[in-house]
């Protein structure tokens, strides 16, 4: 019965409403690891499912030198090496292959942007791609200033025509601290309007974090026990088990703050904790979220020594592997104090939530890979079965997992068979890969499809970034002034340091490990 409804959604054709218009799409870093391991097989993807209008093209842009052909082969190359197995197989490659171009650009040197548009503007008349142009920033951030800039010399920032659009797509982290979050944004905003600027957090592509939404506003039994009367913290946990992957260079400098909770956990928190939008507009709905990191106040120094926890992972053994310590990887700085792990208690500070402790932690080389969101409701008011075998009041948990083994369940206390009243936990589980026997489409395949179609629902905001390094940038700085003091060890294949668990036990609380 279920299964009969869910296809009928399917074959209303909701998903064929979404409608991307053809486009040239410019990859500024296409030789580069997010472009290969990401971009490509998303791009790939939807043109073999076809979304990608025809007539678009794909030009490549970096500072190789690379021919069409070379380029092509290249990407041939990164599908096989980050495609999956329907992905590597499918014939239809060659025809892909074809839409694919490539272009050598020094992205510093504004002379090389002539050349650009006149490739551009050669296969506009040549080709259907109707004048939009979308520019993928795929670069560290310290090139974004300068693609930006150059892009508006030779005018490539305005659209083509008046019946084109023009769009940006900028790879976080957008800054590095408040300062320099305003300081992009205000150049952005000079060269392009808020409606040609997205800026990706691909978090928010992500199949489960959707469904957050759809859960939350699709079903009407959460709603009335979503707030402070019902449930008595949250946590959210996004812990890897994968260390540097040889980008010492760009973490080392960055940190598991600016790196996964400036945006990624506190974009997972907005979902949990904003109030219902009236509708699915992408404003409408980002409006909500802003409101939520506005009601998070920044730390004094005081609190964030209280309430903030960092980390950096020691050498340790994960999956029977033996692991290095930060300290001792290639690129890392001697005496490094770069967090590896952060972990923090968080309060939003409005009527739904006063008081319910938001407890968020990440991590690298930690002991498995999970994201998740838990929230763990308030005790039954009495407890009736003491001295009947239950002594305890154990939880309701409703964990939302985001990945792996993507899915929702809800943990109730049901009676252990036999004499007494013993409660244990038992869950009811919703597993998306046993019930929609589908692939769960790429992040980045969701987003770029959203922002060929125009809609800026899931990208952030101008006023959302700010407001988040608002939350960030104190912790920065705070930690600065300290150097290495507070800064805790945790061998690889922990759950973290030890304090992040007395950070909870304070109050009287525990994380949840799955
Ligand atoms: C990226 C971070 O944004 O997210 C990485 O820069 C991190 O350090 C990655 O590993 C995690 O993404 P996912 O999709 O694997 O959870």
């Known amino acids: 019965m279920e299964k009969n409804y869910i296809h009928s959604t399917e074959t209303l054709g909701l998903e064929s ?30 043109y073999r499912n076809g979304f990608l209008a025809e007539g678009s093209i794909i030009l490549g842009s970096s500072r190789t ?40 650009t020094d992205v510093r040197d504004s002379s090389a942007y002539g050349q650009l548009k006149q490739k551009i503007e050669e296969h506009e008349r ?110 959210i946990t996004a812990a890897e088990t ?44 980002r409006d909500e979220k802003v409101q939520v990191f506005r009601a998070i106040e920044p730390m004094s120094r005081n609190e964030i020594k209280e309430n903030v926890i960092r980390g950096q992972y020691t050498e340790g053994v994960i999956n029977g592997n033996n ?48 994201t998740d969101i838990t929230l763990v409701f308030r005790r039954t008011p009495h407890l009736i079965f003491r001295k009947r075998g239950t002594d305890e009041h154990i939880a309701n948990i409703l964990s939302i997992r985001i990945q792996p083994d993507e899915g929702i369940s809800f943990f109730i206390n049901a009676k252990k068979p036999g004499a007494g009243m013993q409660l244990t936990p038992v869950e009811m589980d919703f597993n998306y890969s046993s019930t929609f026997h589908t692939r769960l489409s790429n992040a980045y395949e969701r987003l770029l499809r959203d922002c060929l179609s125009g809609d800026q629902t899931l990208y952030s905001r101008k006023d959302a970034v700010e407001a988040t390094w608002s939350i960030i940038t104190p912790i920065l ?24 668990n007395v950070l909870v036990k304070k109050d009287g609380k525990k994380w949840i490990n799955y």
Not at 20 to 45: E, Q, S, W
Request: net charge negative; charged share 25%.
């Open 17 to 46: 409403e979404r409608h991307c218009d053809p486009c040239i799409v410019v990859i500024f870093g296409a030789t580069g690891d997010l472009t290969r391991r990401k971009l490509m097989p998303a791009l790939y993807n939807l």
């Open 65 to 104: 030198e690379y021919n069409d052909e070379q380029f092509r082969e290249e990407m041939r190359k990164a599908i096989d090496e980050f495609g999956t197995d329907d992905e590597k197989n499918d014939p239809g490659w060659d025809d892909f292959a074809k839409v694919l171009f490539y272009i050598s």
């Open 126 to 235: 040549s080709g259907q791609s109707c004048g939009n142009r979308l520019f993928y920033f795929a670069m560290p951030p310290e090139f974004f200033d300068d693609i930006a800039i150059n892009l508006s010399k030779v005018k490539l920032n305005n659209p083509a025509n008046e019946d084109s659009w023009t769009r940006v797509i900028i790879e976080k982290p957008f800054g590095e601290d408040l300062e320099s979050a305003n300081h992009l944004n205000s150049l952005f905003l000079k060269l392009f309007s808020e409606k040609q600027i997205y800026r990706i957090d691909h978090y928010l592509g992500k199949e489960t974090v959707q469904n957050l939404l759809a859960f939350r506003f699709g079903n009407s039994i959460f709603e009335p026990i979503w707030n402070r009367n019902y449930i008595s913290n949250v946590q």
């Open 242 to 285: 994968v260390g540097l992957e040889n980008r010492a260079d760009y973490y080392d400098r960055t940190g598991a703050l600016r790196d996964m909770v400036q945006n990624h956990i506190l974009q997972l928190l907005s979902l949990i904790a904003m109030e219902p939008p009236v509708n699915f507009e992408a404003d409408i709905v």
């Open 323 to 370: 692991k290095a310590s930060y300290a001792n990887e290639k690129g890392v700085a001697p005496n490094s104090t770069t967090e590896t792990y952060a972990a923090m208690k968080l309060l939003v500070r409005n009527w739904r939530w006063a008081d319910v402790p938001f407890y968020i932690r990440t991590g690298k080389r930690l002991e498995k890979r999970l």
């Open 477 to 500: 700085n705070t930690w600065k002034e300290m150097g290495s003091e507070n800064l805790y060890k945790y061998p690889s294949g922990s759950w973290g340091p030890e304090e992040a």
